[in-house]
């Protein structure tokens, strides 16, 4: 599946989602009501009501063990991949232990946010396996941190508006579509690597000394060997304060608004002025990050340097940044429908753009964990989820986050294969597509059996 095919099949699938829509809008019978199972999980206002709350006590059983234990493999293979694991998480705590939708959402980015900030911590203590510069691609942070951000408020918006079933179809058609090019991209690599490891066993097994003599299964010596560095030491490099002040200054304007507006009355004036103010912020800050890729692009060609500014193998053109800025939205809308941090867009995105999947999947979660952490920082305000749960289940999302990168890591060291970060990826996705879609069309059925209301609601009426 080419990126062009990819693009179509998109945009081919969310049409006929829409189309479908005026189907159900014309029926008659139904009942506008709100849906019993909102995906307005997200919704900071929706989560305003008290009444729908369901808290299960946190005890020993055996609904416990198993919410632990796919949580624990839910988080290690999320944070690997670099896509959180939200949309696993939600169904999990939803049909096991038994919590409603909303509260589900909200722990749910408890865990991812315990996950990434793990997996953070321990990816700032590996070094970059090709390079020396930091594992961490700043720069393609802070392009796609703001977008991101603003596109969970749009997410959250449009939970309140949208009817559930079309958010089902919406998940399952994008998760479909990214899982299956993140497994094609992951044989492509897989391919690769295979004719790189047979050729690096062609060059190792013959080699010529200084004297012309040809020397079989000789081992050889890099000719400039990597400097051995401490953890504390690749720490340090890895860390860039600069870019740590600007993406935290990124995270505290969006909170102070939200918190801000949280206190308004809906759709007042200031609602929307407040509103409307994030887009300005989050288009400041990708322009200033967007400009200067843009200028090293130019400067590069106009001076024949090839190299690259940052991770990204592609050049960075108008066209490519309006892309880039397109689908950092798209993944936070993704990540305010489903409760997720939006690496489901992100990481199949750095890896479509040319980043190598180590990096591809620590900077993803680098930037899950400022989208995640200011969901939870939102959702401790208003009170939306038990803080027993919230501390048990984030410390086994912490678990899990570190024990997951480091046997991966391992892993890959020993085969040689960086594919697996891919086919990771991939299989989270789908595992996601899957539960979500399960959930939801059952949830589905069940509304158009209750005969409730199945078009699109007001966004004011329904606060």
């Known amino acids: 599946m080419s990126t062009r095919g990819f693009v179509i099949y998109l945009l081919s699938g969310f049409s006929v989602a829409l189309l479908s829509l005026l189907f159900f809008s014309d029926k008659s019978g139904y009942k506008p009501t709100q849906p019993s199972l909102s995906s307005a999980a997200n919704s900071i206002h929706h989560y305003g009501s008290e009444t729908d709350k369901v808290w299960p006590e946190l005890r020993v059983s055996w609904r416990l063990a198993i919410a632990t234990v796919i949580g624990f493999l839910g988080s290690a293979c999320g944070t690997v991949g670099g896509v959180g694991g939200g949309g696993i998480f939600v169904p999990m705590l939803t049909l096991v232990i038994g919590f409603d939708t909303k509260s589900a959402a909200a722990l749910s980015k408890c865990m991812i946010m315990g996950a990434a900030a793990s997996s953070v911590w321990y990816n700032l203590r590996v070094p970059h396996p090709t390079k020396e510069v930091p594992i961490l691609d700043y720069d393609l942070a802070l392009l796609f941190q703001p977008m991101l951000m603003l596109g969970i408020t749009v997410g959250v918006s449009l939970s309140v508006v949208f ?27 897989w391919k690769e690597e295979t004719l790189l490891k047979k050729e690096m066993a062609r060059q190792q097994a013959t080699a010529v000394n200084s004297h012309g003599e040809l020397l079989i299964d000789t081992p050889y010596e890099p000719l400039i060997p990597r400097e051995e560095k401490s953890a504390l030491q690749i720490l340090c490099f890895n860390l860039r304060r600069k870019w740590i002040f600007f993406l935290t200054m990124v995270w505290v304007s969006f909170l102070l608004l939200q918190i801000i507006k949280n206190d308004l009355k809906t759709c007042s004036t200031w609602y929307w002025i407040l509103f409307c103010l994030q887009l300005p912020i989050a288009l400041v800050l990708f322009g200033y990050e967007a400009i200067k890729l843009y200028k090293f692009q130019k400067n590069g060609m106009c001076n024949g340097n090839t190299e690259s500014i940052c991770e990204a193998s592609i050049e960075w053109t108008a066209m490519n940044l309006a892309f880039c800025a397109f689908c950092g939205i798209l993944g936070g809308t993704v990540g305010g429908l489903l409760g997720s941090g939006g690496g489901f867009i992100l990481g199949p995105l750095l890896l479509e753009i040319g980043v190598i999947p180590q990096v591809a999947s620590a900077t993803a979660t680098f930037v899950m964990l400022f989208s995640s952490s200011l969901s939870v920082v939102e959702f401790y305000l208003l009170k939306r989820f038990p803080i027993p749960y919230a501390i048990y289940l984030t410390s086994v999302s912490v678990l899990a986050g570190f024990w997951g990168q480091y046997f991966v890591r391992k892993l890959i060291a020993i085969l040689g294969r960086a594919s697996l970060i891919v086919f990771i990826l991939s299989g989270v996705i789908f595992a996601s597509a899957i539960t979500m879609g399960v959930v939801g069309i059952e949830n589905s059925i069940q509304m158009i059996h209750d005969h409730e209301f199945m078009g699109f609601l007001g966004f004011c009426s329904s606060q």
């Open 163 to 189: 009817p559930y079933w079309l958010i089902t179809v919406l998940i399952i058609i994008l998760f479909v579509g990214t899982s299956s090019r993140s497994f094609f991209k992951g044989i492509m690599m």
